[in-house]
């Protein structure tokens, strides 16, 4: 068994995600579609047919090339004025949906570390006219962004994919403004997969064995200061999975709402 360095998952990741940019074409829609985890766990759980708020109004170009795993914009209930983050930004789809609810007055950041992504979303921002959204290159676990500066941080299906969750965790907590929240979707497991399955690199990078248990989820964001944190499965909304202990057994992975506020 291999284990993974850091720098051998961020390398990986960034990969697929340039070649699903890089390769991605809007005549192969909808035969074709980009995906984030649709190959390994179904392609139910990943696209923009995931969202609760219209997406009709924008370019395929945008929508085709939304990889999360669900709809962080209907949790984030996002206000005119407010200044927005969103952790791995990809082609753009959350950044331009929270562009709109924000208004002219508001202001929303992308960050990304894939440069072929931040190419396809700066051409999708020129095509939009999107005045008040800008993209920047980052890692999300060293944001270039300033501290107490964010209203609300957005993710779709990335922090799985982080090598290191509490730093995420950490530097979100940094950038927020005392009182933001945090609106996240991302994949979560109950049990956890075996160090062979986390080995696997392509099952990494494909939103797959990056993912971790619930109570290591709320342990990391309870540790950089985040209050009031929710974690529900996308499918039965109605059970809050925050304070449950950590279960045992194999991984079951699931597509997750998560919120929190820094007090």
């Known amino acids: 068994m291999t284990t993974l360095t850091p720098e051998q998952i961020h ?23 980009a995906s984030c985890c649709g190959d390994a766990v179904g392609d139910g759980y990943c696209g923009a047919e995931l969202y609760d708020v219209d997406v009709s109004e924008l370019p395929t170009d945008v929508t ?5 795993c669900g709809d962080p914009i209907t949790i984030a209930a996002l ?27 508001g202001h929303v950041i992308g960050v990304d570390m894939t440069e072929a992504m931040l190419e396809k979303a700066n051409r999708n921002k020129e095509k939009m006219g999107a005045g008040n959204v800008e993209f920047r290159y980052g890692h999300i676990e060293k944001l270039p962004v300033a501290s107490d500066s ?32 945090v609106a996240v979707s991302d994949m979560v497991t ?19 064995t990056g993912a971790e248990d619930v109570a290591d989820y709320v342990a990391w964001m309870q540790a950089a200061g985040f209050t009031e944190i929710s974690i529900r499965d996308k499918a039965n909304p109605d059970v809050e999975l925050a304070a449950m202990p950590r279960a045992e057994g194999a991984a079951r ?5 998560i919120t929190a506020v820094k007090a």
Do not use: H
């Open 79 to 105: 206000q005119p004025g407010q200044t927005v983050l969103d952790l791995g930004s990809g082609g753009g789809i959350d950044c331009f949906l929270a562009a709109q609810r924000v208004g002219p007055t």
């Open 190 to 208: 109950q049990g956890s997969f075996t160090p062979e399955e986390r080995a696997d690199m392509s099952r990494w990078a494909g939103c797959i």
């Open 253 to 257: 992975i699931f597509s997750a709402r």
């Open 64 to 68: 085709g090339m939304s990889l999360g």
């Open 11 to 33: 390398e990986e990741v960034k990969a697929r995600y340039g070649r699903l940019a890089s390769e991605f074409k809007v005549e192969l829609l909808p035969a074709e579609p």
């Open 150 to 181: 964010v209203d609300v941080i957005l993710s779709n299906c990335v922090i799985n994919l982080s090598p290191d969750k509490a730093a995420v965790f950490q530097e979100a907590f940094r950038v927020l403004k005392p009182g933001g929240k």
